[in-house]
């Protein structure tokens, strides 16, 4: 454990803290359910941290929380509030268990809250944050999956007059992809990759052939402009 605040710790600290977070029970293919691994999100948190100061003492949202891997990470690294949303009941289940369970007694006073819904949904929530994280679905399953996060984390949620950041782990072969939609279609003011990771994709489906995969992956930061959105103006933008 540690002092709230205290968000220099090192990363492999971090990281084996994280490894107590328990992983989907039956992981649901349409939903592209793949556990976020304590490494990967170790690094993504430390990152947005380290080089930004986006998570001690923000608001911080979890776009498709799953089993509570980011949001908890960005509580113990001192967010002021952090609040994780996904759509399927059984993740947050589980998520509400690990917070109980494993962090309840060394996580900074900020509240964790979890709720369920659609991310294409999200600004119906109207939520406010400084900073989103997110492992969105790589789109395998259903195409476009994962700039429908993007798109909802820059047009339904509000940040701060002075703007907010986003942070999204993509595959590196999309790179060119999501630059260009966050910026042209999204509205983002710089969409700058932070970091480059390899993700250890475990043998997760029965349709797997191989125990896991290595995939090449890059953390992105959107920075996005600040004011509140409006829902209309959210609405006709990601019908775009």
């Known amino acids: 454990s540690f002092s709230p605040g205290s968000w220099t710790m090192k990363v492999k600290h971090l990281e084996a803290m994280l490894s107590d977070v328990a992983p989907f029970a039956k992981p649901k293919v349409m939903l ?44 113990l690294m001192g967010a002021a509030h952090v609040v994780g949303v996904d759509i399927d009941d059984d993740a947050l289940a589980i998520a509400a268990e690990n917070v109980e369970e494993n962090f309840e007694d060394v996580r900074p006073d900020g509240p964790l809250d979890l709720l369920r819904c659609d991310v294409r949904d999200v600004s119906r929530l109207r939520l406010h944050a400084d900073t989103v994280l997110m492992n969105p679905p790589f789109g395998t399953k259903r195409a476009g999956a994962d700039m429908e996060f993007v798109r909802s984390a820059l047009l339904g949620i509000s940040f701060p007059p002075r703007g907010g950041a986003v942070y999204s782990l993509h595959k590196t072969s999309t790179r060119k992809h999501v630059g260009e939609v966050a910026q042209r279609d999204l509205g983002a003011l710089r ?25 090449s992956v890059d953390v992105w930061r959107f920075v996005v402009k600040g004011g509140a959105r409006d829902d209309e103006d959210a609405t006709e933008s990601a019908g775009t």
Do not use: C, W
Request: proline share 3%.
């Open 191 to 215: 969409a700058d990759v932070v970091a480059e990771l390899r993700y250890d994709l475990p043998k997760t489906y029965r349709f797997h052939k191989k125990e896991s995969v290595d995939v």
């Open 32 to 75: 592209e359910q793949y556990p976020t691994s304590a490494h990967i999100a170790s690094h993504i948190l430390f990152t947005a941290q380290e080089q930004f100061q986006d998570i001690a003492n923000r608001t911080v949202v979890d776009l498709g929380t799953g089993t509570g891997m980011l949001a908890i990470g960005a509580s």
